[in-house]
């Protein structure tokens, strides 16, 4: 942004923005490479990025927010870390008129008109791919599928939403399943593998046939419990992870997991464009969607070397 002056809130005038980015936190390498990525980007453009990390807290993200309104930034991007309570603090910017931006994460339907447009995943989607493979995988399974669900933090976007595109395929694909259980793992490794140890005290593992874990963390963490309970996962148990990452990729080289969805937090390139559009006052679609595949067991070694996280 420009040096002095009392224009800040114009942003400079070579055309410099200052953003405010409200980031969910530092949870997984995924986060840390989207983190790095929006860094990066606006940088290399020539921005002013105020960068606070809420450590997964709703409440330090609406202060950050509420600081980037009182700094008069030119745009304020957040990642809501869950998808309600947004309503007040998203009026507040507008009154201001600021406008927000959502990266990755997103919030309710009723507050679609306080913010201008959002960048990142359809979660859905992903939840889809992941329930085409396990429908595809055990339609042949007679006695019935019985599956563990690690979640991602409760009531965020992520976990809702590949929650529901998971489920909502196996159903339209008819195939007999059991929810044996289904917990939030927080998508941090600790708590995935603390949250697997206690599916196994309660269930075993004898006769569960699918883990999906909602991210690559909490995926690797419950193989360590898988393992620590002399099971072999990938085998005893198949599992699907979300992301992507190295980690996650070598886990299914070594054949301890058997499909990814990938979810990609490289976009900061992306979002600068997207922001500066908006501080520019141009129309934008109410959503923009990052590019993802899916890969099975034959794709993971090919695919390794090509994983940025
Ligand atoms: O999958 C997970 C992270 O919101 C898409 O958040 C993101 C998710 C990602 O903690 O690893």
């Given at each position: 942004?420009?040096?002095?002056?009392?224009?800040?809130?114009?942003?400079?005038?070579?055309?410099?923005?200052?953003?405010?980015?409200?980031?969910?936190?530092?949870?997984?390498?995924?986060?840390?490479?989207?983190?790095?990525?929006?860094?990066?980007?606006?940088?290399?453009?020539?921005?002013?990025?105020?960068?606070?990390?809420?450590?997964?807290?709703?409440?330090?993200?609406?202060?950050?927010?509420?600081?980037?309104?009182?700094?008069?930034?030119?745009?304020?991007?957040?990642?809501?870390?869950?998808?309600?309570?947004?309503?007040?603090?998203?009026?507040?910017?507008?009154?201001?008129?600021?406008?927000?931006?959502?990266?990755?994460?997103?919030?309710?339907?009723?507050?679609?008109?306080?913010?201008?447009?959002?960048?990142?995943?359809?979660?859905a989607e992903e939840g889809r791919k992941a329930g085409t493979w396990?429908?595809?995988?055990f339609a042949d399974d007679a006695d019935g599928t019985r599956i563990?669900?690690?979640?991602?933090?409760?009531?965020?976007?992520?976990?809702?939403?590949?929650?529901?595109?998971?489920?909502?395929?196996?159903?339209?694909?008819?195939?007999?399943?059991?929810?044996?259980?289904?917990?939030?793992?927080?998508?941090?490794?600790?708590?995935?593998?603390?949250?697997?140890?206690?599916?196994?005290?309660?269930?075993?593992?004898?006769?569960?046939?699918?883990?999906?874990?909602?991210?690559?963390?909490?995926?690797?963490?419950?193989?360590?419990?898988?393992?620590?309970?002399?099971?072999?996962?990938?085998?005893?148990?198949?599992?699907?992870?979300?992301?992507?990452?190295?980690?996650?990729?070598?886990?299914?080289?070594?054949?301890?997991?058997?499909?990814?969805?990938?979810?990609?937090?490289?976009?900061?390139?992306?979002?600068?464009?997207?922001?500066?559009?908006?501080?520019?006052?141009?129309?934008?679609?109410?959503?923009?969607?990052?590019?993802?595949?899916?890969?099975?067991?034959?794709?993971?070694?090919?695919?390794?070397?090509?994983?940025?996280?």
């Amino acid at each position: 942004a420009c040096g002095g002056g009392d224009d800040d809130a114009e942003g400079g005038a070579d055309g410099s923005l200052v953003i405010g980015f409200a980031q969910v936190g530092a949870e997984s390498a995924w986060r840390t490479a989207n983190s790095a990525s929006v860094q990066a980007a606006a940088e290399a453009a020539g921005h002013e990025l105020k960068f606070v990390d809420a450590q997964q807290d709703q409440e330090k993200q609406i202060s950050a927010v509420r600081d980037f309104i009182n700094q008069q930034v030119d745009v304020i991007v957040l990642a809501p870390v869950v998808e309600t309570g947004w309503t007040e603090v998203l009026q507040e910017a507008e009154d201001a008129g600021i406008p927000v931006v959502l990266a990755d994460r997103g919030v309710e339907a009723a507050d679609e008109d306080l913010y201008v447009t959002r960048l990142g995943s359809d979660f859905a989607e992903e939840g889809r791919k992941a329930g085409t493979w396990a429908a595809e995988t055990f339609a042949d399974d007679a006695d019935g599928t019985r599956i563990l669900e690690l979640q991602g933090t409760t009531g965020s976007a992520p976990a809702n939403d590949r929650k529901a595109g998971f489920f909502e395929v196996l159903d339209a694909e008819g195939l007999d399943y059991e929810i044996v259980d289904s917990q939030s793992g927080n998508f941090t490794a600790e708590e995935g593998k603390a949250v697997m140890e206690t599916f196994i005290t309660t269930h075993g593992l004898d006769g569960i046939d699918l883990l999906y874990a909602h991210n690559d963390e909490m995926g690797l963490g419950a193989i360590q419990a898988i393992e620590e309970s002399g099971k072999v996962p990938g085998t005893d148990i198949q599992i699907i992870i979300v992301d992507g990452s190295k980690a996650g990729f070598q886990a299914g080289v070594d054949g301890k997991l058997n499909y990814i969805v990938e979810c990609n937090p490289v976009f900061g390139d992306q979002l600068m464009d997207v922001v500066e559009q908006v501080a520019n006052g141009d129309s934008l679609e109410k959503f923009t969607a990052v590019e993802e595949s899916a890969f099975d067991a034959s794709q993971f070694e090919a695919e390794l070397p090509n994983r940025q996280f």
